[in-house]
């Protein structure tokens, strides 16, 4: 059984930095699809980050140049390093495994396993 | 970036009855596969969002056949056959096409 584990947030001044984690078993981190998404309070879904098992890592573009997305694979963690945080960065952000079906031209993924999410609050 | 609207975004509804919840996006989101890259989630009242249909219209493992998904290019419907009362939250449509991955604003499912 897959499981997500994230760490890492709490409150922080408007400028800061933290740096979320996400504790990954039941799968390697290296040969999956791995995601941030985060939901700000009362808001829905947004997609922040994904980093895929080859590599690439793409980011929306309210957090481009601010977040890097990481893995290291010898402690099977997923991290997400928030730099430059604003308000409008508070948000519950879940972990999120893909998980990968067939399709004619190749694999379709979609994001199957979600952890519970760790709370951040940018405030002054 | 793909934009997703979800109808109503508040829907209440009766035990045994049925429900649907419309989304549609501002972008075909069918693949030239053949499928349509569009994902159903529900997150139910204090818990983490949870798959329920994905390419549309199938079923993900563990999900309950009064759940199901159809449409295609830029309409698509999650219907629920028989509504129980487990499955009260918010319901979100989420295209898989592009990168960005874009979310619905979410459809709010109360009993009445």
């Known amino acids: 059984e897959v499981q997500l584990v994230e760490s890492g947030g709490g409150m922080i001044q408007p400028g800061g930095s933290l740096r979320l984690s996400c504790a990954v078993s039941?799968?390697?981190?290296?040969?999956?699809?791995m995601n941030w998404v985060r939901q700000a309070p009362g808001k829905g879904l947004e997609w922040v980050s994904v980093i895929y098992s080859g590599g690439s890592i793409f980011y929306a573009d309210s957090v481009k140049g601010r977040f890097t997305i990481s893995r290291d694979n010898s402690k099977n963690t997923l991290y997400l390093q928030m730099n430059s945080l604003r308000a409008e960065d508070s948000a519950v952000y879940y972990c999120v495994r893909e998980t990968s079906t067939p399709v004619p031209t190749g694999t379709y993924y979609y994001m199957d396993v979600w952890g519970k999410g760790t709370a951040v609050t940018v405030s002054s | 970036d793909v934009v997703m609207t979800q109808s109503p975004l508040s829907l209440p509804v009766t035990p045994g009855e049925p429900a649907s919840i419309s989304c549609r996006s501002s972008q075909s989101l069918l693949h030239s596969n053949g499928y349509n890259y569009l994902d159903w989630y529900l997150q139910k009242p204090g818990q983490s969002p949870q798959v329920l249909i994905y390419?549309?219209?199938h079923r993900a493992s563990g999900v309950p056949d009064r759940f199901s998904g159809s449409g295609s290019g830029t309409d698509f419907t999650l219907e629920i056959s028989r509504v129980e009362a487990e499955d009260v939250g918010v319901y979100y449509c989420v295209q898989s096409l592009q990168t960005p991955r874009t979310f619905g604003q979410g459809t709010k499912v109360e009993v009445e």
């Open positions: 390419l549309g219209s």
């Open positions: 039941g799968v390697t981190v290296i040969s999956s699809y």
